[in-house]
């Protein structure tokens, strides 16, 4: 049993179109969160919700809409999707926050 | 404002050697830190975790790091490096965010493992 699975773990689409990321986990963690890992590997807080509500949202473009829609589930929605939304999007949950637990990431390539 | 510097985006040890990745901190108020390791096309898997208890904390695999405050520190280290090891590892600090807190994540260092 996967604790945090990420669907689908390969996207591949072109510009201007919209796609969705799914998360779910199974540790029974009220926080979930989306990181964002660019190419060169650097890893950025995206989004974080606590209980179906969101506590965190770092200046992340409109585009981009996290739905929570139960506190085991997190899915990304992109809108309008850009060459620079190329990245590994990392799903992630915890109980509190010191004890984060990965999934295994989504890499989206946007052509 | 909270962050964590990584020296060196790239280190390479052979097997049986010392491994020592540099971490340095920054924190206006007593920080919590974290060593994370991502092997090649996976998710990110904690290492180990400082929250100010003792400042020698002992993680997974055998790697360790010590926690310390006058260097403004938190080296990961393990005695003998083995071919498993090689992956990118990531120094974290959590920093408070609205009524929560957040990760922030230094670039990254690659460790090679040379036979």
């Known amino acids: 049993d996967t604790a945090v699975s990420q669907t689908p773990k390969y996207l591949v689409t072109q510009m201007g179109n919209d796609k969705s990321i799914k998360c779910e986990q199974n540790?029974?963690?009220?926080?979930m969160y989306w990181y964002k890992q660019d190419s060169k590997k650097f890893l950025k807080i995206m989004f974080s919700?606590?209980?179906?509500?969101?506590?965190i949202n770092e200046t992340v473009p409109n585009r981009f809409s996290p739905k929570s829609p139960d506190k085991a589930h997190l899915n990304l929605h992109i809108n309008s999707l850009e060459l620079g939304d190329s990245a590994v999007y990392f799903c992630?949950?915890?109980?509190?926050?010191?004890?984060?637990?990965f999934g295994e990431g989504s890499r989206l390539t946007v052509l | 404002a909270q962050s964590v510097t990584q020296l060196g985006s790239h280190v390479s040890v052979s097997e049986g050697a010392l491994v020592l990745l540099r971490c340095n901190y920054s924190?206006?108020?007593?920080?919590?830190l974290f060593w994370y390791v991502q092997y090649p096309n996976q998710g990110l898997q904690l290492l180990l975790k400082?929250?100010?208890?003792?400042?020698l904390v002992k993680g997974i695999n055998g790697f360790e790091a010590e926690f310390k405050k006058s260097e403004t520190s938190f080296h990961l280290t393990k005695p003998s490096a083995h071919m498993s090891d090689a992956a990118e590892y990531f120094c974290?600090?959590?920093?408070?965010?609205?009524?929560?807190?957040?990760?922030?994540f230094g670039k990254g260092t690659k460790l090679t493992v040379n036979p």
């Open positions: 992630a949950s915890s109980q509190g926050p010191r004890n984060l637990f």
């Open positions: 540790l029974g963690h009220d926080t």
């Open positions: 919700y606590n209980n179906k509500e969101l506590i």
């Open positions: 924190s206006s108020v007593p920080p919590y």
């Open positions: 400082y929250t100010s208890a003792a400042t």
């Open positions: 974290a600090v959590s920093v408070p965010r609205g009524g929560s807190e957040k990760l922030v």
